[in-house]
DNA sequence: TTGTAAGCGTTATCAG
DNA sequence: CTGATAACGCTTACAA
């Protein structure tokens, strides 16, 4: 007979003992592994007494359940994936901690995950994630709705900031921002408004552009949509051209970081903002008030969209489903990037 | 007999169907679940045919391993844990992303926490994320010593930006750093320095400090340390009349938020800078170049930090243990915030 | 080269 | 209220 078969293994990495289990504490108070099981984990289905000592033992030994054995017989690993488009990108600090903050009271584990521009997937990441957690949240604005259904297929998803059919999404409210951004506008006296689209993969970006489009047609305002290389600051910087030569004199950018790009550029080649061009961007990520001047910007509830995402996808694995949350109320950040046009 | 026994735990969660195990290749293969194991994971030690077909198989039937199972009997999960103070500090963005590709490129899964400012550890989240890990990098200043021992008797464990006898640790090369920003700072003429400190259970923040002193001494220059509240923006705001007060011509903040905090407060007050003071960072954060007047800094090679400290923990679990690689080079970024004293 | 069987730590069913 | 026992999916020593 073989007893001490996986010896070795039980070690590995390093010589650190292994730590106890349920059947530590049932030889040493002898009862059964199963009533240390129920003790446990069903309190209060077992004599008070026993509970007790139980979880005194438990204590003593250091007992910690071991997460991988109950996900065998449960099928559930009680850990959660978190899947972004680029780790780097301000806007999702905010996010990260709200779902890390709504997991932690949940009592789930957060798993962190990066999809890179990569448009067919870096393979490899997200397959190996997808087996380890009981679900998803997908904030990765690089994965097309083929993709995203392949992974629903597998495991429930929740989307944050994009909408497909069927499928649970937590988003902003998009015609909210974009009225408050516009009225902001025409308030100060612009009737001519440009917009700096992101990729035209992106949900968020397209659905603002409309938005966006609707709103100031429907105001009286010219409006022009213009494409950028990449949502980021060096797409802002390499837009200002186009900017300027449409003769818009108010630019709506995709979001803050190509919006600081159009500053920087701006500064660059010596156009006053808002002097002679007013700029703004969306989500009000860090960085946004240090620019000079400073950002004006439609701030998006980020945090709240993290921790609803989690708590909408937790609420779907227990009850089978859930009804989504109401769109996340925008909020105008008015600082010093906007200004009345030249021509007033 | 129970043959259902789990059928409905299963399916935890939805109505998934659940994903192909390695008895339904065996099963469709009329083979034995070890042989299909040993093909799978043990390439070359099966006959080539045979292996083809169960990879074949496997394919069709769009079999993932169960990483839970597989940690079993192998006591290894392939998931490593990050641990950060904060994840919406800056410095923590280049510094995941470096983990999550030496991660992605070493066959394992990155698990991402944050152990808040709670001095007393945020319990639970770090508590359940050990457990589910081969090891962990830490990158917590606010844990202490102790707090760190106790997790290393657990876990393999690699520090970053710290040191603890007898851990591993990946640090950058601070006196190489702190000698670029002080001999810049002299080469522009400045005699007199301050230094911003962070929390003084920071070991960077000491290590820094330490550093500085002596070869401010070395250079023959005055220099006065100066405490703040907290390691951010509003700690450097709040520290500006004090660093006012000791006469300085020149500051270096503990870190960039820091100094930026320095900065807009300056502006604030109508303190040139640099004319009147000069303002140095460190690190080189996202946001460290949008500032007005530009941040100079010593930038840390955060990314290299992150993948080197996952190769490191990596090769402590395969091969029993490793050396540290030697300290990351900084470099000196000069921007627009540092400049000759008034007096020069 | 392949099959058999034990065992990893936990949960759930069924008897007592 | 508690104890056996099978099962979760996989790995590995050992036998064939």
Redesign the interface.
Known sequence: MVTEQ?GS??????N?K??ATIYDIARALDLSPSTVSRALNKPGRIAAKTEKRIRETAAELGY??????R?????????LGLVVSD??N?VF??L??GA?QA??EL????????SQESGEV?Y??L??????V??VVLAAARLDDEQIRRIA????VVLVNRRVEDLPAIVPDIDGGVAQAIDHLRDLGHTSIAYLSGPTTSWMSRERGERLFERAVERGMTFVEIGSASPDVAGGEAALRRVRASGATAVLAYNDLMA?GLL?ASRAEGVAVPGELSIMGFDDI??AD???PALTTVRSPLDRAGSDAIRRLVA???A?DAADPSPLATELVIRESTGAPASA
């Not at 397959?127 to 380890?132: V, W």
């Open positions: 996986f293994a039980q070690r590995a990495g390093g650190r292994p730590s910690r359940g071991n997460p991988m054995a996900a065998l017989p449960t099928g559930r690993t009680r850990m780790v780097t301000p600090f905010r990260v901690r890390e997991c932690g009592g789930y584990t957060l798993v962190f995950a990066e870096e490899g990441t397959d190996r994630l997808l087996p380890a009981d679900g297929a597998t495991k429930d600081i920087r860090f960085g240090l620019t000079t779907t694995l227990d089978g």
